[in-house]
C-alpha cells in the first residue's frame, strides 16, 4: 500500500497566523493520465470529515480560500494563511492514484 | 441536498457478521461510485472500500484488511448501500462512514464494537 506520512501531527496555532501541513507519499501520485490524485480532508470535532481539496490544489465549494493546497510527485503541502477558531480539528490527506486508497494519520490543529 | 444516513452498527462478537446500511437521497445515487470508511475510536481515517455505479458494472475495491472478509453491495432500486462484514476482529471497531461523489458527501457514521 501507498503510506502518507504527515507532519507535524500536533499544529498548534495561533489565531490569525499560518498553517502548514505536509503529506509525503511513498511513492509518487501521479497517474497514468497525467493528474495526481491527492485531497485534503477537515474534520472538525464530533463531525465527519470535510474534503476540502481535490487533485492537490483545487478548492472545494464553499471552502474559504485561505486554504491552499500544493505540491507534486511524492510531497504535498496543505496551507491555511490566517488560522481562525472554526478550523480547530484534523486534518487529513488522501491518495486516490493507487489501489487501495489510504490516508495520512491526520494532523490535530488546535488554537494555541 | 445530499443526505447519508447509515444504520446498523451494533455491539458483535468476534467472528460475527453484521451488515451496515447507508440510504441516499438528495442525488441520483444510480450515477455514483460509493465507498466506505471507518475510523477506530480516537484514530483516524481508514477508507474501507468502493463500489463502482453500474456502467462499471459495480466492480469493488478494498483494503487490505477486510479484504476478504467484507463485500459491498447496492441496491440502484432503493438508494441503499451495503456493506456486509464477516469474520469480525476488535480491530474492526470503529465508526462506518458512508460517501459518495468523490468522498464530497458523507454520512453521520454507525459505530460497530466488536467484543465479547
Known amino acids: 500500500d501507498v503510506v502518507l506520512t504527515q507532519s507535524p501531527l500536533s499544529l498548534p496555532v495561533t489565531l490569525g497566523q499560518p498553517a502548514s501541513i505536509s503529506c509525503r507519499s511513498s511513492?509518487?501520485?501521479?497517474?497514468?493520465?497525467?493528474?495526481?490524485?491527492l485531497k485534503w480532508f477537515q474534520q472538525r470535532p464530533g463531525h465527519s470529515p470535510r474534503r476540502l481539496i481535490q487533485?492537490?490544489?483545487n478548492r472545494d465549494s464553499g471552502v474559504p480560500d485561505r486554504f491552499s493546497g500544493s505540491g507534486s510527485g511524492t510531497d504535498f503541502t496543505l496551507k491555511i494563511s490566517r488560522v481562525e477558531a472554526e478550523d480547530v480539528g484534523v486534518y487529513y490527506c488522501?491518495?486516490?492514484?493507487?489501489?487501495?486508497?489510504?490516508f495520512g494519520q491526520g494532523t490535530k490543529l488546535e488554537i494555541k | 441536498e445530499v443526505q447519508l444516513v447509515e444504520s446498523g452498527g451494533d455491539l458483535v462478537q468476534p467472528g460475527g457478521s453484521l451488515r451496515l446500511s447507508c440510504a441516499a437521497s438528495?442525488?441520483?445515487?444510480?450515477?455514483?461510485?460509493m465507498d466506505w470508511v471507518r475510523q477506530a475510536p480516537g484514530k483516524g481515517l481508514e477508507w474501507v472500500g468502493r463500489?463502482?455505479?453500474?456502467?462499471?458494472?459495480?466492480?469493488?475495491e478494498y483494503a487490505v484488511s477486510v479484504k476478504g472478509r467484507f463485500t459491498i453491495s447496492r441496491d440502484d432500486s432503493k438508494n441503499s448501500l451495503y456493506l456486509h462484514m464477516n469474520s469480525l476482529k476488535s480491530e474492526d471497531t470503529a465508526v462506518y462512514f458512508c460517501?459518495?461523489?468523490?468522498?464530497?458527501?458523507w454520512g453521520q457514521g454507525t459505530l460497530v464494537t466488536v467484543s465479547s
Open positions: 460517501s459518495t461523489r468523490w468522498l464530497g458527501d
Open positions: 438528495g442525488f441520483t445515487f444510480s450515477d455514483y461510485n
Open positions: 463500489i463502482r455505479n453500474k456502467a462499471n458494472t459495480y466492480t469493488t
Open positions: 511513492q509518487s501520485l501521479v497517474y497514468s493520465d497525467g493528474n495526481t490524485y
Open positions: 487533485r492537490v490544489s
Open positions: 488522501l491518495q486516490e492514484t493507487y489501489w487501495p486508497y489510504t
